[in-house]
């Protein structure tokens, strides 16, 4: 069964520097997605993108945050000066129609630890 | 805005017990409304969903219909097992009508431990 694969599975950075997590969506899948959770707390979404654009993003999304497309399989989250409070898992997820009864498939998620 | 309220946990049963996890959302328009479930050390995984008033989502065992005049999808299961331990997500998403992309808007979460 096709899936998303996210690496590395377990990112430490010192705060300050840029880090980039990548994902390789399900290949007919054209929606994609990024959402973090903080231990302990609650699944967040942080940006959409579709055809090569981001749909959405939250008030989380700053500017430090940026996604890209780079080829035809990878879409990457990257920050660009970490602090300590990105500290999180960050799971990536795609759709295939994007709609909102379009079921998403996560990832198994990236844990980024800032020191 | 939207959003969505599930119970606290942790919720402890016995092998063999019910299940029951309310989960409440507030939203505008008609969104469709998801189970996740996340095994230890894993991500997220789809467990059921429903689109629509009164649809019944059902996956292992599980069900969860969607009631729109009390904005409520609660998670039920007949006979949990040891297996089902895991953490659990209700989520809605209003991508059809609210303009967005169908993101996704999840509750906390309620971590189930089933005991032998």
């Known amino acids: 069964e096709p899936e998303v694969t996210q690496t590395p599975s377990h990112q430490v950075t010192q705060m300050g520097q840029e880090v980039i997590l990548r994902c390789v969506p399900i290949?007919?899948?054209?929606?994609f997605y990024w959402y973090r959770q903080i231990l302990g707390q609650k699944v967040e979404f942080l940006v959409s993108?579709?055809?090569?654009?981001?749909?959405?993003k939250s008030e989380i999304f700053d500017d430090q945050f940026s996604v890209e497309r780079p080829d035809g399989s990878n879409f990457t989250l990257k920050i660009r000066s970490t602090k300590l409070e990105d500290s999180a898992m960050y799971f990536c997820?795609?759709?295939?129609?994007?709609?909102?009864?379009?079921?998403?498939?996560f990832g198994p998620g990236t844990r980024l630890t800032v020191l | 805005g939207n959003s969505v309220t599930q119970m606290e946990g942790p919720v402890t049963l016995s092998e063999e017990a019910f299940l029951t996890i309310n989960c409440t959302y507030t939203?505008?328009?008609?969104?469709?409304l998801f189970w996740y479930v996340q095994y230890p050390g894993e991500g997220l995984q789809l467990l059921l969903k429903?689109?629509?008033?009164?649809d019944k989502g059902s996956n292992k065992g599980f069900e969860a219909t969607y009631r729109k005049e009390t904005t409520s999808f609660h998670l039920e299961k007949g006979s949990v097992q040891v297996s089902d331990s895991a953490v659990y997500f209700c989520a809605l998403s209003d991508g059809d009508y609210g303009g967005s992309q169908g993101n996704l808007i999840f509750g906390k979460g309620t971590k189930l431990s089933v005991k032998p």
């Open positions: 429903a689109t629509k008033a009164d």
């Open positions: 939203a505008t328009g008609y969104p469709s």
């Open positions: 997820a795609s759709s295939q129609q994007g709609f909102g009864t379009d079921t998403q498939y």
């Open positions: 993108f579709y055809n090569n654009e981001i749909s959405e």
């Open positions: 290949s007919n899948h054209l929606y």
